[in-house]
């Protein structure tokens, strides 16, 4: 058996009518194991297998097959041949396929949502409200680009066969993200989901076969980071498409220098989120919640860094000490949940140890009381004061709930702290000043730039990064450059 993020001496099989909610109850139906989707069925995999688990409980939840180097070769082969048609279909043609997924992950959205919180962890009222229809909406708005790509001020011919490695934190979202602008363009796919959340990258090769799908256009290979390694590496793959860790994506790009591979990377950030003292104190507080502790934290663009100006700090401290106490924490499956599940074992040290270290360089740590469920993997939300710039807890990516808050006199002073990072994925500015807005949005080096809200997507709006965040843009136009020869990024 394969090592296992999830992994924990004490799991067992798994029961699926633990939603304490009826009609969230048993509407999924995960199969014991699960093979590799490639050529538009399900196949054995040379390679091992590695259990799932669901991180709210630590039940293992199905038997999943671990791609080796024969695998992914097969893959990116059946792919290979279904683009020699797929690429050529008309553009008219290949949308009829993408808004059928994207109408199918509608009717099934219910299903897929609840899939999601029991594989992921995350509550169901963001997998309902948030990840099933934006994953939908990119399916949708990309279908509509498919007969138009003269228009899109880019090259109209595929690249080819895309290798697509996506990670952990929003599993079919971020799927929606590499495979609808890449079949769109007349590309063909074959993807890695993150090994500790195969599952709904699992269900939707099972919408590919209810869309009817050409054989091979998609393919989905599990595996863990090897399996990733090996698909990146192909020598047939034309473009590489990664979400995840710098560190995985600087040896990612390492490994594709000097090849013909096309490379788009999203990675890691370590956001501000700048709160002014005219900005509207109630919606702020509401977006320092929600830029940090949505989805756990297990954010990219996550609103990780509080600058609070120093004259409202202390009313903003406390408001938001008072608005922490009534989160609730607890099943992902309950409706009424604001914080569910650290996706794995492995996470949830990384967050402790990075919070122990907070508290040992000095910062003040603080979490509302706040019981943890006996089982699985937990972290109650968490804010750090009197942090410095110094400290780690200001500077490196923790990926969970876990809030540091510094001050700034001036704006020039929150625009150097703001910019004082490794990464430029995306910042917040809360001010009643609209000159304030445009002033910060054009000195912030971010590539998203939030105003009065955070964390807000939609399939029409660029994303992506500078600097250690990554390069190349996912979402609206040009979110096809990436798919498209000769378009360079
Ligand atoms: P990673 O460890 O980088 O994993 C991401 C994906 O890459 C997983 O599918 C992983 O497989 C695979 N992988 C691991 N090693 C690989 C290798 N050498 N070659 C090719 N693929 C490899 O990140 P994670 O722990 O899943 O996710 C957390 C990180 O991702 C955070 O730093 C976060 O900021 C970043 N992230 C960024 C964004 C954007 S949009 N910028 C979005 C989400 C997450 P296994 O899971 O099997 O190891």
Redesign the pocket.
């Known amino acids: 058996m394969a090592a296992n ?1 999830h992994s924990t001496s004490s799991t067992t099989q798994a029961r699926f009518d633990y939603a304490p909610a009826p009609e969230s109850r048993a509407i999924v139906d995960i199969k014991p194991s699960y093979g590799l989707f490639v050529g538009g069925e399900f196949v054995d995999g040379h390679g091992r297998s590695f259990k799932t688990i669901s991180p709210s409980t630590e039940e293992v939840l199905a038997e999943i097959a671990e791609a080796d180097e024969a695998d992914v070769d097969n893959a990116v082969k059946v792919a290979r041949r279904a683009f020699r048609t797929w690429g050529r279909m008309p553009g008219s043609e290949r949308a009829k396929y993408l808004y059928r997924i994207a109408r199918i992950i509608q009717e099934r959205g219910r299903e897929i949502a609840v899939l999601e919180s029991i594989d992921n962890g995350k509550p169901i009222k963001e997998t309902r409200d948030v990840d099933v229809p934006i994953a939908a909406a990119h399916f949708f708005y990309y279908a509509g680009w498919a007969d138009k790509l003269a228009y899109a001020g880019y090259g109209t011919t595929p690249l080819g066969v895309a290798g697509q ?6 599993p079919l979202l ?1 799927l929606a993200w590499k495979i609808a602008p890449a079949l769109a363009c007349g590309n063909t796919v074959v993807l ?5 959340t195969p599952l709904t990258a699992l269900l939707f090769a099972e919408i590919c076969q209810q869309a009817d799908l050409p054989a091979g256009v998609v393919n989905i290979i599990t ?7 090996a ?2 590496a192909h020598p047939d793959v034309d473009k590489v498409a ?8 600087r ?2 790009a390492k ?1 594709v220098a000097g090849s013909h591979k096309k490379v788009t990377l ?4 370590k956001a501000a989120n700048i709160v002014f003292d005219d900005a509207p104190i109630d919606q702020a507080i509401e977006g320092i919640v929600n830029g940090i502790f949505f989805n756990q934290g ?4 996550a609103g990780s860094r509080l600058l609070v100006q120093e004259s409202v700090a202390d009313e903003v401290l406390a408001r938001l000490k008072r608005r922490m106490a009534t989160l609730r924490l607890g099943d992902p499956l309950d409706k009424n949940t604001d914080i569910g599940a650290i996706n794995s074992a492995e ?1 949830l040290d990384k967050i402790r140890e990075l919070s122990d270290i907070g508290e040992a360089e000095g910062a003040g740590r603080w979490s509302p009381p706040c019981e943890l469920p006996k089982h699985g993997f937990w972290f109650p939300p968490t804010v750090f004061t009197n942090v410095t710039q110094a400290h780690r807890i200001a500077r490196e ?1 923790i ?1 969970g709930p876990v809030l540091s808050v510094l001050t700034f006199r001036t704006p020039a002073e929150a625009v150097e702290k703001a910019n004082n990072t490794p990464y430029g ?1 995306s910042a917040g500015v809360w001010t009643d000043k609209g000159s304030r807005i445009l002033h910060m949005a054009n000195k912030l080096k971010a590539g998203v730039v939030w105003a009065n809200t955070f964390n807000k997507f939609d399939p029409t709006s660029p ?3 500078y600097k250690e ?2 390069y190349g843009r ?1 979402g609206g136009r040009h979110g096809l450059a990436a798919y498209l020869k000769g378009e360079d990024l």
């Not at 490695?165 to 929003?170: A, K, L, R, T």
């Not at 890695?192 to 500790?196: G, I, L, M, R, V």
């Not at 595996?223 to 390694?229: E, I, K, N």
């Not at 990664?242 to 994506?249: C, P, Q, Y």
């Open positions: 993020k490695v996506i990670p952990w934190n929003f971020m890695k989901p993150a090994e500790t595996g863990a980071g090897s399996t990733g390694q698909l990146v990664f979400t995840g860790s710098t560190a995985v994506g040896a990612i490994s999203e990675l890691g950030g297990h954010v990219c663009c996470q990516e990926f994925l994303f992506g990064g965040s990554g996912e």
